[in-house]
């Protein structure tokens, strides 16, 4: 695949006044067609696959673009292609999501009629705040959700890939009109005006500290919040683990993009005794999956200064700090050569005082941790906010339980990477200072959607009018009959 060299200029951002008045055609529309039938939103959702396939080498190129170098198989696997099959998803599922379902009510009242519901309802508008590691997935993914949920949405990609949010822009605008979905291209200043208007769910995925700003602000209109925000993953490497395949799935989890992934391997524990020979399986897994790295289009560059800069300066500390660095470098090129890469590296003799035991890493650095007991390895994920996946190898069964009965991150796998986050039956979400919220499938179908309970009196429900008054000492005997264990 040859390099990308778009120079497209950068978009300009839009004005507050056209945001506002974007957001007041969605917010007008949304309360005009408050039924939003599965024909409407099929036709959506249709359209949305159409779009994706019609501009698929468009929204490729400028990822690649935005990158530098990052392959066409990546951008078609995980932006493009992963949506579309989440759009497929929620089309053969949605008349099963949107059907209503019968809940049983209280004894007596179920018994004298009374019939309950919990029918999930459009929420109204919503804003999808993209990051750039996945500039056109992390816009795209949670708009299957808001659509199967009959929503009208708004759109910011990153201005940190602006070829790519102005793909996008364009792709939305040739297949949607702007009362239905709409794409808002600025930087910061843009986002920030975004997140204070009365959204109905604002769905955000970037880095705690933005977040938090986020929810600042959206505290003032009581807007209600997905927050993505990744963190520190760990891996648990069992005694019973085959370090071959442990290998291979933390090369391929870490060469995914450059390591540039929420739910990358940020660290590793293993076995005392088996912390030299995974070493050596890591350099050959990575090694084998990527020959040469500099020329190699496989090979994903940093997406931008900043944060070469910022992996730079975890590696820099690192050393200093007395961490052995051991860079995969196969074909011996030049470390800094043209082009924004990094080349793996694996750190051992870590430890807390340095940065990158402190800070996501976002990048191809894994520092590789030894523990005596698995005991210790829990305690020490037990002892940090709660990761956004966790990932466990090992052939023992009641050890994996253990470890997965004992940590709480928003999603584990067993004897893989990554793997969970395609998954459209598993939702994908965070918890604590991972983030909060989910989507993907049903589960991002309700989170897009009010739960509205509904119930049906029954002409036949005396058992109501106990609660109604005139309290009688005869109705107090029958109620206080109820309070007992």
Known sequence: MKVVTNTLDYPAPQAETDIAALFALQHAASRADQEVSRAVRLDRIDRAIAMMVAHSD??????????????????????????I???????????????????????????????????????????????????????????VAALAAGNRVIVRPSEMTPRSAAALAEAVAEFFQPDEIAVVNGDAS??????????????????????????????????????????KSPVIVG????LTQVAAELAGGKLINAGQACVAPDYVFVPKDMREPLLEALKSAFSRMTPRMQANPDYCSIAHDRHREHLRHLLADARRKGAREVVINPAGEP??????????????????????????????????????????????????????????????RREADKVLSRTVSGGAVVNATLLHTVMENLPFGGVGASGFGKYRGVDGFRECSTAQAVLHQSRWNWAWKFLQPPYTPLKLRILRSTVRQ
């Open 335 to 396: 470390l800094d050569a043209p082009g924004g890469k990094i080349l793996p590296r694996i750190l051992l003799n870590v430890d807390e005082t340095m940065s990158v035991m402190q800070q996501e890493i976002f990048g191809p650095i894994l520092p590789v941790m030894d523990y005596e007991t698995i005991d210790d390895a829990i305690a020490y994920v037990n002892a940090r906010p709660r990761p956004l996946a966790l990932y466990y190898f090992g052939q023992d």
């Open 190 to 231: 843009v986002a920030r005006y975004l997140t204070s208007l009365p959204f109905d769910r604002i769905i955000f995925t970037g880095g705690a500290a933005t977040a938090r700003h986020i929810m600042r602000a959206a505290a003032e209109n009581l807007v209600p919040l997905t927050l993505e925000l990744g963190g």
């Open 58 to 83: 468009r929204l490729c190129a400028a990822m690649s673009a935005d990158f530098g170098t990052r392959a066409e198989a990546l951008n078609v696997a995980t932006d493009v292609g992963g949506t």
């Open 85 to 143: 099959e989440s759009l497929k998803a929620a089309r053969r599922n949605l008349r099963a999501w949107m059907r209503p379902e019968r809940r049983g009510m209280n004894f007596p009242m179920g018994l004298l009629g009374v019939r309950g519901a919990v029918r999930y309802r459009p929420l109204g508008v919503i804003c999808i705040l993209g990051t750039w590691n996945f500039p056109i997935g992390t816009a795209t993914m949670p708009l």
């Open 239 to 242: 005694p019973s683990a085959n």
